[in-house]
């Protein structure tokens, strides 16, 4: 006897439906299990699973000839989430189930020896995959419930082993449900006041830095912070996230699609509710930062989609592992290509970093000598590359903070103050995009995608938004040939203006305007010369 349920399965950051087919065969003297379909080890091994699962569960079910296939069969199957559906199947084949029909659910989920259910990685995804396909009804493990019941328009049921799959798929024949679907608010989780420990109150001083990473935060450009050890980079960036804007719903909904494939997702909050702060250590792998591996899973720079990506002390990381991160911070995109597939991973992140000037770190510094020779000096900056700091919007100094100021009681400015100034920043930017959406996207890549922060502008759009009085104008034309400016630092600079003149609800961008952005990118000429 045939018996069909269904299921679904990620590929990079999206899930595809995936159809198992149980056909049940004669008895015979040895149990013959075969499973078709390009399934890999993980999924071979789950009929010792399903076995033991059934079997723990009450039913006996005699030797047969069982053979399961996975459709459609020409995409890789992995993972242990067909479990569940392959168990069901079973037992539907077998005659355990009295409804008949399962095409209107989804089954995900590992089975554990005695019957019990397991979460599994990116479910999220699979849910979104399960609403796009019409099934109305998701049938998952009760760990992984909150996370897929932030999608709308499917009923996520939680349950917890194959028993009470059996009853809640039987219930459903005879009016009264066993398990009734998880409802989670949405609206409510994003806006839950987040409270962070780390406040730029506690910052004395570097009101320069402080300034820049308002502009920075509100536009979401790149920063970069260069300064003598001690002066606070460290200390800024941490406070990053607590002026960044909140996350818009499809925001957060792409960020814990990624978060879910990759197992960091705290699956108790269903959606993630704040921007992703990322600071991996400088001894990171290449494939670590931008992802990898035999079934390519997303790296730090997947991870900071929508967030921050924080790389301290800089020059400490491989040459080799700054490098790779071009194509994203081009793009927003990140592309893996392994032998099994080729994947892409959204990768559109603000990167925050903090360096030394030069090995002892007191280059330049007022009040003490720095002991490093010229090549040393060079040495050591060239480590990041000239593409790279091309593709930072904002270099600032940092320096050591005066005795006066650090022991000043005057209080600061709070963090609270400065996202406010952000937020409304940020709200500007978002009602221009909503009046004057993209024509046309520069690449496909980035075609369609939502704009949320002048950073994300295409070279179209910078086109229009970003008009200059012709004082402005004159000023960075004089500045270009100066500077030897390049056209990409020529967009950048003009991204940055545009979110300087939103931080003041200027609606064109005037000579002041323009004269802050370029003086945030005359610093590499000074370290890098
Ligand atoms: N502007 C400041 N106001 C108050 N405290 C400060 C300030 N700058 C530094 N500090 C104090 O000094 C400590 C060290 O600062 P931090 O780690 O940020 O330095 P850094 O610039 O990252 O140095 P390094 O280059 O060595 O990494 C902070 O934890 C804080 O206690
Ligand atoms: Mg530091």
Known sequence: MLFKARSAAVYGIDAHIIDV??????????EIFATVGLPDAAVRESRDRVRSAIKNSGFDIPP????????????????????????????GAYGGLSIKDLSDFLLVGELGLDGSLRAVQGMLP???????????????????????????????????????????L????????????????TSTLLNDAVEYHADFRDVRGQHVAKRALEVAAAGGHNILMIGPPGSGKTMLAKRLPSILA??????????TKIHSVAGVHNKDEGLVTHRPFRSPHHTISDAGLIGGGMIPRPGEVSLAHNGLLFLDELP???????????????????????????LSFPA???LAAAMNPCPCGYFNDPS?????TPPMIQRYVSKVSGPLLDRIDIHIEVPAVQYKELRSGTASEGSAEIRARVLAARERQHQRFLEHPARAATTTRTAGRAIFANSQMTTQQIRTFCELASDAERLLERAMQQQGLSARAHDRILKVARTIADLEAAPTIAVKHIAEAIQYRTLDRSYWA
Do not use: W
């Open 21 to 30: 087919e149980v056909d049940f065969g004669q008895q015979v003297e040895k």
């Open 64 to 91: 047969t000839r069982i053979t399961i296939n996975l459709a459609p069969a020409d995409l890789k199957k992995g993972g242990s989430g067909f479990d569940l559906p392959i168990a069901i199947g079973i037992l």
């Open 126 to 168: 699979i849910a979104i995959a399960a609403r796009a396909a019409k099934i109305k009804n998701l049938i998952i493990p009760a760990a992984n419930a909150r996370e897929a019941a932030v999608v709308e328009g499917v009923n996520v049921y939680p349950v917890r082993s194959l028993l009470e799959v059996r009853e809640l």
């Open 170 to 185: 039987n219930s459903t024949t005879q009016g009264s449900l066993f398990i009734q679907p998880l409802k989670v608010d």
């Open 246 to 255: 909140p996350l818009r719903f499809e925001e957060a909904l792409e960020t």
């Open 316 to 342: 400490e990381f491989p040459r080799n592992v700054l490098e790779v991160l071009r194509q994203p911070l081009e793009d927003g995109n990140v592309t893996i290509s392994r032998a099994a597939m080729s």
């Open 348 to 350: 559109r992140f603000m």
């Open 368 to 372: 003490r000598d720095c002991m490093c």
